[in-house]
């Protein structure tokens, strides 16, 4: 009934995904180094926390693929794939956070403004590995018979699918947009990471019925692993927002 | 342990550890800087 989008040989599709995710790689420091041009003492990190944040959350998620199957084969460390590591994610955001809490306490760099970059440049890197994932046919969507319904034939499945991937690619640009424009403004300064934690726990929650890869539901039970996760930065993200309101307003009271 | 309890737990433990990096102004650490806003 809807006119199918069928995207080109796998071949082609693969190239595609190699070639954004490494733009989406080059625009998490170009965009942040953007930010923080006028801030020679962020800047100065910002390579040393980029390159560190590569190569942590490289290693963070071989690692835990490793272990969650019982070290067998896995993914080439270093590899632009990461992002499509089953288990792998949790364990590359976990030594990503850390390696970036050791280096800003080393360096002693103020952690607010250079997590506001990095939300921004996050966002903006995030969505070009998404419209990679709709590139290669990753990350896929549930069967869908409403409009722009994507077919990956080439790869043997001639199910429309929901082009969740171009949907979270949108997300990550508007959270992107909104918080630039928010950085721009001088507005929620220091805030910007807890902002980008509520609104992808909040969406992340939402768009998972849209998904069809990776959904492992938490113990049988309705929500998926990645829901959870994002109901706790959600939670975490607005308890943060909420008390740090109450103390502005007590001090200005 | 049910999927219900283990939500709520970690949802618990997620405003916990909300309240002690609100209460430690970890968003502030490190060196000197501009105030937030």
């Not at chain 1, 835990?64 to 990461?82: A, M, S």
């Not at chain 1, 046919?137 to 994507?150: I, K, N, R, T």
């Amino acid at each position: 009934m809807w006119p199918e989008i069928y995207l080109p040989g796998a071949d082609i599709s693969f190239r595609t995904y190699q070639l954004l995710n490494v733009a989406g790689w080059v625009a998490f420091p170009v965009v942040g180094l953007a930010l923080t041009r006028s801030r020679p003492d962020l800047s100065r990190y910002w390579w040393w926390l980029f390159l560190g944040s590569v190569v942590s959350y490289s290693v963070g998620s071989s690692a835990v693929y490793r272990l969650l199957n019982d070290g067998d084969g896995g993914p080439v460390w270093l590899e632009f794939r990461t992002q499509a590591v089953p288990g792998g994610y949790y364990g590359g955001a976990l030594l990503f956070l850390a390696w970036t809490s050791a280096t800003i306490l080393a360096c002693r760099i103020r952690a607010y403004p250079f997590l506001d970059a990095f939300a921004i440049a996050f966002s903006a890197s995030q969505a070009f590995a998404k419209a990679a994932c709709l590139a290669a046919g990753c990350c896929y969507g549930a069967p869908w018979d409403g409009p722009l319904g994507l077919a990956y034939c080439a790869q043997g499945d001639p199910t429309p699918r929901f082009p969740i991937q171009a949907a979270e690619a949108g997300l990550h640009l508007l959270t992107a947009l909104c918080l630039g424009l928010l950085y721009a403004r001088g507005k929620m300064k220091g805030r910007l990471i807890l902002l980008l934690g509520a609104a992808y726990g909040a969406w992340r929650l939402g768009v998972e019925p849209f998904r069809a890869k990776h959904a492992q539901p938490l113990l049988g039970g309705p929500l998926t692993t990645k829901q959870v996760a994002g109901l706790l930065v959600l939670a975490f993200s607005l308890t943060y927002l909420l008390l740090d309101f109450m103390a502005s307003r007590r001090k200005r009271g | 342990m049910s999927w219900a309890a283990v939500v709520i737990l970690g949802v618990l433990l997620a405003m916990g550890a909300a309240f002690v990096a609100q209460r430690l102004d970890l968003l502030r650490m490190g060196g000197p800087g501009d105030d937030v806003a």
